[in-house]
């Protein structure tokens, strides 16, 4: 089993910025992925950004490309995803996913195995 406990989401205005963290813990190996997504009211959850485990290879939705930044410590079994430049329409709840195994990024959110609980973020125009 792994856990993911996500935090760092707030209320924030248009433009500014937030660092979303994800904390994991249980079985780790190292041929997984990590991968952010985020779900708006009323909407489906998409794919934001992804990463492999050595955080040598990204990937990233075309909506965030540029202002969103995903990384990971895996010394502190931590994921993190900065936020910068932040719109309204970046409002919704943002999930850490775990893929196990894999080595190729994937956006698909039926590919992943194991989600945290969520983090709300709200950016106000």
């Known amino acids: 089993q792994v856990q993911l406990v996500e935090s760092g989401g707030g209320l924030v205005q248009a433009g500014g910025s937030l660092r979303l963290s994800c904390a994991t813990s249980?079985?780790?190996?190292?041929?997984?992925?990590m991968g952010w997504f985020r779900q708006a009211p009323g909407k489906e959850r998409e794919f934001v950004a992804a990463?492999?485990?050595?955080?040598?290879?990204?990937l990233y939705a075309d909506p965030v490309k540029g202002r969103f930044t995903i990384s990971r410590d895996n010394a502190k079994e931590m994921v993190y995803l900065q936020m910068n430049s932040l719109k309204p329409e970046d409002t919704a709840v943002y999930y850490c996913?775990?893929?196990?195994?894999?080595?190729?990024?994937?956006?698909?959110?039926?590919?992943?195995?194991?989600w945290g609980q969520g983090t709300k973020v709200t950016v106000s125009s």
């Open positions: 996913a775990a893929k196990f195994p894999g080595h190729m990024l994937v956006a698909r959110a039926s590919e992943y195995t194991y």
């Open positions: 990463l492999t485990w050595n955080g040598g290879r990204t």
């Open positions: 249980g079985r780790t190996f190292n041929d997984h992925i």
